[in-house]
């Protein structure tokens, strides 16, 4: 998977999280409403993620909705530190028993390799709960998962900035917003 910038736009879609967890959050929004709703907007959301969508996208996409609400639901317990709904967490482990792979060791010449084989190939659904997964057991820092601090904004990031100071989802759009909005207030004030 390519790595892409955080405050990135693309198809028109935000990847704005820096996770891809939470650009999957970020799928339903105020502003831009609910990306994937139909098997369309899911085949569309995930093929712009680079994800490979299953031949059956009604039932994926359904999968994805149920999957973003989990998540969605964590957001907020992870920053404070409470304890998850448990229910968002059985969403969430339903979806990793399905991405089971099994230890194996190959002999290439003289030396051993390691490596974890999938039971079957991970949905794009699957790769999103082992993205939350690793994530979790990274050991992220809660402090930098953040709400965008726009006024009219919904979206979710996670703070990836050397000195943790990242307000806005994009500085581009939520950023310059409130930098247009401060200098006309300025401008108002002077006058």
Known sequence: MTQHPPGDFRE???????RLWIDLVNTR????????????????????AELE?????????????????????LFDPLIEGNRPPADAIGVINSHLRRAASFPQLSANESRLAFQQIPVEPLSAVGEIAVDFANFIAAGF????????????????FYDSSRNGARRWCSMEVCGNRHKV???????TDTE
């Not at 929004?29 to 712009?48: E, F």
């Not at 820092?141 to 979710?156: D, Q």
Request: hydrophobic share 40%.
């Open 12 to 18: 028109g879609m935000p990847f704005l999280g820096g």
């Open 29 to 48: 929004s105020d502003a831009l409403g609910d990306l994937v709703s139909s098997p369309d907007g899911w085949q569309k959301w995930a093929a712009t």
């Open 53 to 73: 969508p299953a031949a059956d996208a009604p039932f994926e996409a359904k999968e994805a909705r149920e999957l973003r609400s989990a998540l969605a639901r």
């Open 141 to 156: 820092e809660p402090a930098r998962l953040r709400h965008c601090s726009g006024e009219a904004c919904s979206l979710v």
């Open 181 to 187: 909005k401060s200098h006309r207030a300025r401008k």
